[in-house]
C-alpha cells in the first residue's frame, strides 16, 4: 500500500534530528509563585522530569498553567478552562503521554512497520501428522 503522504522513513528521521532541540531543567520556581501556584509547580515540575520532557522553554507556559491552577483553587470557574488549555501544553494526561508514544515509536526500528515487512520469514518447524 506505500505511505500515503509519500515522505519515506529516511526524511521523516531527516526532520527529526533538524528539529531544534531545548536546553533540559527548567529553573528554579518563580517567585511570584504562591501557595497552590508554587505547589502545582513543584508537582508539575517532580513528573515531567521523571519522564525526562523539563525543558528550560517550557518555563513560561508553566508560570501560566500555576497561575491559572492558582485561580481555578480559589473558586473562579472559569479558570479551569484556562488549566486545561494550558496543560495541554505538558505531558499531564495519559491521552498526551499516549500521542508522544506513538510519535516516539514512528521512529522506533522495532516498530517499523516497513522493516518488520522486509525482514527475512523465520522457518516454521515441520508439522507431524
Not at 531544534?20 to 508554587?38: D, F, Q, S, V
Not at 519522564?51 to 473558586?75: H, K, S, V
Request: charged fraction near 30%; proline fraction near 5%.
Amino acid at each position: 500500500m506505500g505511505d500515503p503522504r509519500k515522505i519515506g522513513k529516511r526524511k521523516l528521521l531527516e526532520r527529526l534530528k533538524s528539529e531544534p532541540k531545548a536546553r533540559r531543567g527548567l529553573p528554579e520556581c518563580p517567585a511570584l509563585l504562591t501557595g497552590n501556584a508554587r505547589e502545582c509547580w513543584k508537582f508539575v515540575v517532580g513528573e515531567l522530569e521523571a519522564m525526562e520532557m523539563d525543558f528550560r522553554a517550557d518555563a513560561i507556559l508553566l508560570t501560566g498553567l500555576c497561575l491559572a491552577y492558582e485561580a481555578a483553587m480559589n473558586g473562579r470557574l472559569a479558570a479551569w478552562d484556562r488549566v486545561n488549555r494550558l496543560a495541554a501544553n505538558f505531558p499531564l494526561s495519559s491521552v498526551a503521554r499516549r500521542r508522544l508514544a506513538s510519535q516516539e515509536s514512528a521512529t522506533d526500528p522495532e516498530h517499523d512497520l516497513l522493516a518488520v515487512l522486509s525482514a527475512p520469514r523465520e522457518k516454521r518447524a515441520a508439522s507431524v501428522q
